[in-house]
């Protein structure tokens, strides 16, 4: 029993007990390890899977999808068969009220006599189902719905035809027709189903309708008793006399555009007065538009052009700069007289100039300046625009006068049809009030005969249609139920065929697969198309280095691993070498890889052989990497070597090597197979997809563990992705 110590990702280690993994005593701890897209390394530190999830099942069904398909198309394809051959029937129900009552029997309405249901109203029941049942109706029925269409003709029907007349074909389709009709009473009621049976939903359901229509139709002519066809005759007569009354009328109305006629001649002849009185308002504005015209002209001739604004006289001159340059030429002599002596030159041109200033100011002020302005007269604007005015509404008025003048002349012809117009409507109108006179009276009269005739068959017909017969339609069709059952057949012939096949199956083709089958967790998985330059495979290679250098036994570190395969191809040995490359050329290891498995030897370069700890050993082209030369210049190779010797071989080699890999197959299995097992440090098998099978894997553990080897985990080799990507992403 050996106890391993698995840090998990928070750091908390978690314990597993590996009873079968090896049965040599130590403890072996390992850190987690990932592999990203589509070449996965698995976490070394959770436990294998134990259940099948619904990823697995996916991936089991399209591995076998061919076999599946098979299996579940030959049930499809025989219900579909079924189903297309079958024939779907519907059924059409329609219920009649059969109404057995005293009043209906004619009987005395005071006379307390019992209300159920007597022995003549039983037979009046049955006599009812006889008459639906007859073959007048269903002639009736079979004409009005056509022959072809209740029962289109057959293959065969050209020849049938040859032996008989249509009266035969007639006859077989009411037998046929009688054979399809159910006329039932409903035990315990006077209630009778009528039903009809048809592979044409429409065809059933209108055939049961038109049958029971012909029925009642076929009863009432049975029962009818016309007495009021004479006074429908004349109210019709007189109806129609009516209609072409009321037509002259709107045709005269729309002719003459009345729509009443009294207030239609009110509103012509208030409008012929609106517009004489607006014609008189604008001859007396005109005549005063004329008058004030002539009196404007009149004052504007006699007012003056311009009248006096204003008078000024002043001795100041526009422009006039005297005074101001006065004081300017003061206060430079103040300045001038603090600067300078007197009597100075400056001084003197200062004061010239201001006796100069001064006495042309003086020399001013004895000339006075006067002025006079006049202005255009004011009132001469407010004459003119007054009187522009006055023309432009003398103008206006004769204009409306013109349009008046119109108006009156539409209005009275409007006037003048409408005289015309009022002897022929009115003469229309009275003989519409003495045909409607006609019309009620008859009416009246037919009305009340047709409730008697109607009272009187009332009493004698007691049958109502209590359902129509497109309310309750049944469907009789085993195409749904075929074809399901044909589904679920495919479904489970194709479901028992997958897990058969999957049951019988010896191969791996997940990896989770190869963790519950074996118990051990999967470092790395490599893809069947990966190439070695890739990033997923350059990934896991990467991550199995890792997880191998930083896994402890007993708190020494791995220097040993072994690597053991079932199988006899190379792909073991593609993996050792890829590892021993990434130890040597970018962990920077002093690595030796030890290939067992396959007989093509490693890239070697010509260089020296040496034997170190019993390996006979030369340089390969990748720098830090050393490969075994010869097995029979081994001494470790040697199946005649005991153990002791091997354990003091194997430390030589850890000690002249970082890293040792060994990798050997079952076939090739001996006794130094199984030394390599309890020598190495710790041992990985390799599973190949779709090609290790489960008793040789099974067989390879348990010859580790017998071995008293250390079991580090497996290798998937040869990955296949069966799913597409976009149902991996969502299983």
């Known amino acids: 029993m050996r106890t391993a110590r698995i840090p998990a990702s928070g750091g908390e280690p978690a314990r597993r007990t590996a009873g079968a993994v090896g049965s040599s005593g130590g403890r072996m701890s390992m850190p987690n390890a990932a592999q990203p897209n589509a070449t996965e390394a698995m976490q070394a530190t959770e436990p294998a899977p134990l259940g099948f999830t619904v990823r697995d099942f996916l991936i089991a069904t399209f591995y076998h999808i061919r076999l599946v398909l098979v299996f579940a198309v030959i049930p499809l394809v025989i219900a579909i068969g079924a189903a297309l051959t079958s024939k779907t029937e519907y059924t059409a129900n329609s219920l009649l009220l059969v109404i057995v009552t005293r009043e209906v029997n004619s009987q005395n309405v005071t006379d307390s006599g019992p209300s159920v249901m007597t022995i003549e109203g039983l037979k009046q029941v049955e006599s009812e189902v006889q008459v639906i049942e007859s073959a007048d109706v269903a002639r009736a029925t079979i004409e009005q719905i056509g022959i072809d269409r209740l029962y289109p003709p057959g293959r065969l029907a050209a020849l049938t035809d040859l032996f008989g007349t249509s009266e035969d074909r007639m006859d077989k389709a009411v037998a046929r027709f009688q054979a399809s009709v159910r006329a039932n009473v409903v035990s315990g009621s006077n209630v009778i189903q009528v039903s009809y049976t048809n592979s044409d939903r429409a065809v059933a359901v209108e055939a049961t309708d038109a049958l029971v229509r012909n029925y009642l139709s076929y009863r009432r002519k049975v029962l009818e008793n016309p007495t009021a066809k004479i006074l429908k005759l004349e109210v019709e007569r007189f109806r129609n006399d009516l209609a072409t009354v009321d037509r002259d009328i709107e045709n005269l109305k729309a002719k003459a555009g009345i729509i009443d006629f009294n207030q239609d001649a009110v509103l012509a002849a208030n409008q012929v007065d609106s517009i004489l009185q607006r014609r008189r308002q604008v001859a007396e504005r005109e005549v005063a538009v004329t008058a004030q015209i002539g009196e404007a002209e009149r004052q504007l001739a006699a007012l003056p052009d311009s009248v006096f604004d204003f008078a000024e006289t002043t001795d100041a001159l526009p422009g006039d700069e005297d005074a101001n340059t006065l004081t300017k030429l003061l206060v430079s002599r103040d300045r001038i007289a603090a600067q300078y002596a007197p009597g100075s030159q400056l001084l003197r041109e200062i004061d010239k100039q201001i006796t100069t200033v001064r006495a042309r100011i003086k020399a001013r002020q004895d000339r006075r300046y006067s002025t006079d302005r006049a202005v255009r007269n004011p009132q001469v604007n407010y004459v003119q625009n007054m009187l522009l005015s006055l023309k432009v509404e003398k103008d206006s008025l004769a204009r409306q006068q013109v349009e008046l003048v119109e108006q009156q002349r539409v209005a009275e012809q409007r006037l003048s049809l409408l005289r015309n117009a009022e002897t022929p409507l009115i003469e229309l109108n ?39 017969a497109g309310g309750a339609v049944v469907k009789r069709s085993l195409v749904l139920p075929l074809l399901a059952a044909g589904v679920f057949a495919g479904l489970l012939f194709g479901g028992a065929a997958g897990a058969v096949a999957s049951a019988l199956r010896t191969s791996y083709i997940t990896p989770g697969e190869v963790e519950r089958s074996l118990s051990l967790p999967v470092i790395a998985t490599l893809d069947a198309d990966s190439e070695p330059d890739e990033f997923g495979a350059d990934a896991a290679i990467s991550t199995s280095a890792t997880l191998l250098l930083d896994t402890r036994i007993d708190d020494a570190p791995v220097r040993t691993v072994h690597l053991l395969t079932p199988d006899g191809d190379d792909s073991l040995t593609h993996y050792a070498r890829l590892l021993a490359e990434e130890l040597a050329g970018q962990r920077q290891k002093r690595t030796l890889l030890i290939d067992l498995a396959t007989p093509s030897p490693y890239p070697l370069t010509a260089g020296v052989m040496e034997v170190r700890g019993g390996i006979s050993v030369t340089g390969t082209p990748v720098p830090n990497l050393w490969a075994l030369a010869d097995i029979e210049k081994s001494p470790l190779l040697d199946i005649r070597l005991p153990l002791a010797e091997g354990e003091r071989l194997m430390a030589e080699l850890e000690t002249a090597f970082d890293f040792i890999i060994v990798c050997s197959s079952l076939q090739g299995a001996s006794i130094i197979t199984q030394r390599f097992c309890q020598l190495a440090d710790g041992n990985i098998i390799a599973v190949q997809a779709e090609t290790t099978r489960q008793p040789s894997a099974l067989h390879l553990r348990d010859l580790v563990v017998e071995s008293g080897g250390v079991l580090l985990g497996l290798v998937f080799l040869n990955r296949r992705y069966y799913l597409p990507h976009w149902l991996y992403r969502r299983a």
């Open 430 to 468: 009275r003989r519409r009030d003495s045909l409607g006179e006609g019309f009620r009276e008859y009416q009246r009269r037919a009305v009340a005969a047709s409730i008697e005739e109607t009272a009187a068959l009332s009493r004698q017909s007691a049958v109502r249609v209590v359902q129509e």
